[in-house]
């Protein structure tokens, strides 16, 4: 079973990937139909590209962007076939295996699996394609957090329990997937050259900006490359940079905080690694913005993001274990 979960993760992580790749080439309506391809389980092709055309004359066929979006699909179709599979070996050895998780990770990825059909059929609607990449997020880590459980299952507990920084350590998952969650925000909305300048926008931004329009939904019939105007786009954006500033100032505490847990057997390992991983998300995110979102660290944006959050969940789990904390 931990075999199975490890390659659950690494197809989770592929998934999140293959799911930025597809949002950033502008392929989320690749395919204009849900769970095939303009009616086929493949890409059409040859003679059948014409009767497609015919059948969806606002979508012609667009090879590229079909298969970015149907490798995704395929993907995420298999991730959730071996959810499945572990929830059914948990329920069979549900003596010796944790069962809710697995069981409520079925309910996840079905609820995912909805949300990207409702990104297709609503048009790229911002909060579906938003709630949709923490979908991602959230199967993801709780893979991690189910893998972890499994490793130190029947491990012993520490004999006296301890006074860890774990409500910190929550407080900044929070705000991490927080940001992740404006993150998701400003790119569902094409918004993430809103602004080329750096630190802050070019011009006069201050006055340009509108919190309630840039978090609102406006009326459009299709959502593709943002129905927002520039003020609100821009909004966003400087929204998702601010974020960034605090979660990294919040972690690097953190990090210090964990530093100086002398009883967690793993503070330098997981102070270093918080860092580091953190450091280098700020360096892609400005990358971003100073060479115009080039797509290869845009994905690379989204791959350190799930990677930061993994940090998190196992700082968060180790401390709450150290804190004699159950997880049955």
Known sequence: ???????SIFLAFVVIILGAYTRLTD?????PDWPGCYGHLTVP?????????????????????????????????TLGLVIVAIAAIAIRQRQIRPVKLPLFLVGLVIFQ????????TLNLLPAVVMAHLLGGFAVLSCLFLLLMRLRYAGCARPVETMKTPLTAAVIGLIILISQIGLGGWTS????????????????????RLDFAGAFSIPPAENYEFGA?????RMTMHVVHRFGALVTFIYLLWLALKVTKLKQFQFR????MLLVTVLAVQVALGVSNIVFSLPLAVAVLHNAVAATLLLVMVWIVFHLHRLQGGHYE
């Open 1 to 7: 079973m931990k075999k199975l979960v490890t390659f």
């Open 27 to 31: 392929a989320g309506l690749g395919c």
């Open 45 to 77: 092709k040859g003679e059948h590209v014409e009767a497609a055309n015919q059948a969806f004359p606002e979508r012609p066929v667009e090879a590229h962007k079909a298969w970015n979006e149907m490798i995704h699909r395929y993907f995420a179709g």
């Open 113 to 120: 699996a909805a949300l990207g059909m409702w990104t297709v």
């Open 188 to 207: 569902a909305n094409y918004a993430a050259l809103a602004c080329t300048d750096f630190p802050v926008c070019e011009g006069e931004w201050a006055q």
């Open 228 to 232: 927002h105007d520039y003020g609100e």
């Open 268 to 271: 330098r390992q997981a102070a």
